[in-house]
Protein backbone atom coordinates (compact mmCIF):
# COMPACT_ATOMS: atom_id res chain seq x y z
CA UNK A 1 0.00 0.00 0.00
CA UNK A 2 1.16 3.31 -0.65
CA UNK A 3 0.17 7.33 -0.14
CA UNK A 4 -0.15 9.49 -3.15
CA UNK A 5 -0.35 12.97 -3.49
CA UNK A 6 -1.89 15.02 -6.64
CA UNK A 7 -2.00 18.52 -7.56
CA UNK A 8 -5.66 19.08 -8.57
CA UNK A 9 -7.20 22.92 -9.18
CA UNK A 10 -9.60 24.32 -6.96
CA UNK A 11 -11.69 27.16 -6.40
CA UNK A 12 -10.75 29.18 -2.56
CA UNK A 13 -12.28 32.31 -1.00
CA UNK A 14 -11.38 35.89 -0.90
CA UNK A 15 -13.29 38.45 0.66
CA UNK A 16 -12.08 42.17 0.20
CA UNK A 17 -12.70 45.51 1.96
CA UNK A 18 -12.21 48.24 -0.33
CA UNK A 19 -11.90 48.50 -4.32
CA UNK A 20 -8.69 47.69 -6.10
CA UNK A 21 -8.02 50.37 -8.77
CA UNK A 22 -5.04 52.34 -9.75
CA UNK A 23 -5.23 54.63 -6.98
CA UNK A 24 -4.90 52.12 -4.50
CA UNK A 25 -1.79 53.01 -2.67
CA UNK A 26 -1.92 50.05 0.02
CA UNK A 27 -3.22 46.70 0.57
CA UNK A 28 -3.27 44.95 3.57
CA UNK A 29 -3.04 41.24 3.16
CA UNK A 30 -5.07 40.35 6.12
CA UNK A 31 -4.89 36.35 7.62
CA UNK A 32 -7.77 35.32 9.93
CA UNK A 33 -7.44 32.62 12.97
CA UNK A 34 -8.64 29.67 13.81
CA UNK A 35 -11.85 28.47 13.37
CA UNK A 36 -13.12 32.57 12.03
CA UNK A 37 -14.07 32.74 8.06
CA UNK A 38 -13.32 35.44 5.95
CA UNK A 39 -16.41 36.76 5.64
CA UNK A 40 -16.64 37.74 9.19
CA UNK A 41 -13.15 38.62 9.73
CA UNK A 42 -13.20 41.06 7.30
CA UNK A 43 -15.75 43.42 9.68
CA UNK A 44 -12.63 44.24 11.64
CA UNK A 45 -11.48 46.33 8.82
CA UNK A 46 -14.37 48.11 7.37
CA UNK A 47 -13.84 51.49 9.07
CA UNK A 48 -10.43 51.22 8.52
CA UNK A 49 -10.35 50.89 4.67
CA UNK A 50 -10.64 54.27 2.13
CA UNK A 51 -9.67 55.22 -1.21
CA UNK A 52 -6.41 54.59 -0.92
CA UNK A 53 -6.42 51.30 1.19
CA UNK A 54 -8.22 48.30 0.84
CA UNK A 55 -8.07 44.85 2.71
CA UNK A 56 -7.53 41.63 0.90
CA UNK A 57 -8.93 38.73 3.07
CA UNK A 58 -8.50 34.70 1.96
CA UNK A 59 -10.15 32.26 3.51
CA UNK A 60 -7.81 29.09 4.67
CA UNK A 61 -9.07 26.12 2.80
CA UNK A 62 -9.76 23.97 5.71
CA UNK A 63 -13.52 24.34 6.78
CA UNK A 64 -14.88 22.03 9.51
CA UNK A 65 -18.11 22.53 11.57
CA UNK A 66 -17.11 24.44 15.19
CA UNK A 67 -19.72 22.13 17.28
CA UNK A 68 -20.37 18.93 16.35
CA UNK A 69 -21.78 17.91 12.96
CA UNK A 70 -23.84 20.89 12.53
CA UNK A 71 -24.34 24.58 12.91
CA UNK A 72 -21.47 27.34 12.52
CA UNK A 73 -18.60 26.62 10.48
CA UNK A 74 -15.38 27.50 10.86
CA UNK A 75 -11.90 27.66 8.82
CA UNK A 76 -8.42 27.07 9.44
CA UNK A 77 -5.00 27.06 8.02
CA UNK A 78 -3.90 23.81 8.52
CA UNK A 79 -3.55 21.28 10.97
CA UNK A 80 -0.65 18.60 12.09
CA UNK A 81 -1.84 15.93 9.80
CA UNK A 82 0.52 16.39 6.50
CA UNK A 83 1.91 19.69 7.70
CA UNK A 84 4.84 20.47 5.45
CA UNK A 85 2.25 19.91 2.39
CA UNK A 86 0.13 22.43 3.64
CA UNK A 87 2.19 24.86 4.21
CA UNK A 88 3.32 24.81 0.49
CA UNK A 89 -0.11 24.90 -0.20
CA UNK A 90 -0.75 28.13 1.64
CA UNK A 91 2.17 29.82 0.12
CA UNK A 92 0.84 28.52 -3.33
CA UNK A 93 -2.62 30.04 -2.46
CA UNK A 94 -1.37 33.63 -1.14
CA UNK A 95 1.29 33.98 -3.75
CA UNK A 96 -2.26 33.71 -5.99
CA UNK A 97 -4.01 36.18 -3.95
CA UNK A 98 -0.89 38.87 -3.88
CA UNK A 99 -0.57 38.60 -7.32
CA UNK A 100 -4.41 39.00 -8.37
CA UNK A 101 -4.84 41.95 -6.37
CA UNK A 102 -1.48 43.32 -7.82
CA UNK A 103 -2.73 43.54 -11.22
CA UNK A 104 -6.01 45.14 -10.16
CA UNK A 105 -4.04 47.84 -8.25
CA UNK A 106 -1.03 47.83 -9.72
CA UNK A 107 0.48 50.91 -7.91
CA UNK A 108 -0.12 49.45 -4.04
CA UNK A 109 2.80 48.27 -1.83
CA UNK A 110 1.88 45.30 0.36
CA UNK A 111 1.72 45.04 4.20
CA UNK A 112 0.30 42.27 6.19
CA UNK A 113 -1.62 41.78 9.18
CA UNK A 114 -2.45 38.64 10.80
CA UNK A 115 -4.18 37.43 13.45
CA UNK A 116 -3.70 33.83 15.74
CA UNK A 117 -3.33 30.87 13.85
CA UNK A 118 -2.95 33.82 10.66
CA UNK A 119 0.07 35.08 12.38
CA UNK A 120 2.25 32.25 11.93
CA UNK A 121 0.63 31.66 8.34
CA UNK A 122 1.84 35.11 6.98
CA UNK A 123 5.42 34.53 8.52
CA UNK A 124 6.19 31.77 6.89
CA UNK A 125 4.67 33.13 3.87
CA UNK A 126 7.20 36.40 3.75
CA UNK A 127 10.28 34.89 2.37
CA UNK A 128 8.09 33.16 -0.65
CA UNK A 129 6.42 35.92 -1.68
CA UNK A 130 6.78 37.16 -5.16
CA UNK A 131 5.54 40.54 -4.61
CA UNK A 132 8.02 42.15 -1.29
CA UNK A 133 5.78 42.80 1.69
CA UNK A 134 6.26 45.70 3.36
CA UNK A 135 5.54 45.68 7.21
CA UNK A 136 3.55 42.92 9.24
CA UNK A 137 1.35 43.47 11.95
CA UNK A 138 1.18 40.09 14.16
CA UNK A 139 -1.67 40.42 16.68
CA UNK A 140 -1.99 37.90 19.30
CA UNK A 141 -0.59 34.90 17.44
CA UNK A 142 2.20 32.45 18.03
CA UNK A 143 5.36 33.21 16.21
CA UNK A 144 6.54 29.89 14.51
CA UNK A 145 9.25 28.12 16.40
CA UNK A 146 11.07 26.77 12.78
CA UNK A 147 10.55 29.91 11.06
CA UNK A 148 12.77 29.19 7.68
CA UNK A 149 15.83 30.95 6.74
CA UNK A 150 13.96 32.48 3.71
CA UNK A 151 11.29 34.13 5.54
CA UNK A 152 14.09 34.78 8.85
CA UNK A 153 16.11 36.98 6.20
CA UNK A 154 12.88 39.02 5.09
CA UNK A 155 11.54 39.87 8.13
CA UNK A 156 15.38 40.84 9.11
CA UNK A 157 14.51 43.92 6.52
CA UNK A 158 11.05 44.96 7.31
CA UNK A 159 9.14 46.36 10.15
CA UNK A 160 6.93 43.99 12.27
CA UNK A 161 4.69 45.32 14.89
CA UNK A 162 3.46 42.47 17.29
CA UNK A 163 1.00 42.99 20.00
CA UNK A 164 -0.71 40.17 22.59
CA UNK A 165 -3.08 40.59 25.39
CA UNK A 166 -2.28 40.21 28.61
CA UNK A 167 -5.29 37.85 29.62
CA UNK A 168 -4.78 36.47 26.26
CA UNK A 169 -5.93 32.47 27.37
CA UNK A 170 -3.78 30.91 24.49
CA UNK A 171 -0.92 32.77 24.76
CA UNK A 172 0.49 33.91 28.37
CA UNK A 173 3.57 36.04 29.74
CA UNK A 174 5.79 32.67 29.85
CA UNK A 175 4.98 31.52 26.07
CA UNK A 176 5.51 34.87 24.76
CA UNK A 177 8.65 35.58 26.76
CA UNK A 178 9.68 32.33 25.64
CA UNK A 179 9.10 32.84 22.20
CA UNK A 180 10.91 36.21 22.20
CA UNK A 181 13.86 35.33 23.41
CA UNK A 182 13.84 32.20 20.39
CA UNK A 183 13.54 34.70 18.18
CA UNK A 184 15.84 37.09 19.61
CA UNK A 185 19.17 34.00 20.38
CA UNK A 186 18.27 31.87 17.34
CA UNK A 187 17.16 33.67 14.37
CA UNK A 188 19.68 37.41 15.77
CA UNK A 189 15.51 39.32 14.94
CA UNK A 190 14.06 41.36 17.31
CA UNK A 191 10.58 42.32 16.72
CA UNK A 192 8.49 44.95 18.20
CA UNK A 193 7.02 43.35 20.88
CA UNK A 194 3.73 45.44 22.66
CA UNK A 195 0.75 44.33 25.09
CA UNK A 196 -2.86 45.86 25.58
CA UNK A 197 -5.16 44.84 28.54
CA UNK A 198 -7.74 42.16 27.08
CA UNK A 199 -8.19 39.20 25.97
CA UNK A 200 -7.65 37.02 22.53
CA UNK A 201 -9.20 39.50 20.25
CA UNK A 202 -8.34 42.99 18.06
CA UNK A 203 -8.55 45.95 20.24
CA UNK A 204 -10.05 48.79 17.25
CA UNK A 205 -8.07 51.71 18.38
CA UNK A 206 -4.86 49.81 18.55
CA UNK A 207 -5.32 48.49 15.41
CA UNK A 208 -5.97 51.85 13.18
CA UNK A 209 -3.30 53.69 14.75
CA UNK A 210 -1.01 50.39 13.96
CA UNK A 211 -1.92 50.47 10.81
CA UNK A 212 -1.33 53.90 10.38
CA UNK A 213 2.25 54.10 11.77
CA UNK A 214 3.23 51.11 9.34
CA UNK A 215 2.48 52.78 6.06
CA UNK A 216 4.06 56.19 7.29
CA UNK A 217 7.04 54.26 8.18
CA UNK A 218 7.31 52.41 5.10
CA UNK A 219 6.22 55.36 3.02
CA UNK A 220 9.57 57.14 4.47
CA UNK A 221 12.06 54.05 3.87
Not at 70 to 75: N, T
Not at 83 to 104: G, T
Request: with cysteine.
Amino acid sequence: MSTHFIETIQKLRIESVGDLNENTTNIWLALHGYGQLAEYFKRHFIPLSHQGRVFVVPQGAHKFYLHGTEGRVGASWMTKEDRKMDIDNQRFFLNEVVSWAAKEAPNARFHMVGFSQGVATGMRFLGYSKTYIHSLLAWAGSWPPDLEEESQKTLAQMPMSSWFGTKDPFIGKDKREERIALYNNKFDLHPEVNTYDGGHTFCSDILANEINRLENITLRR
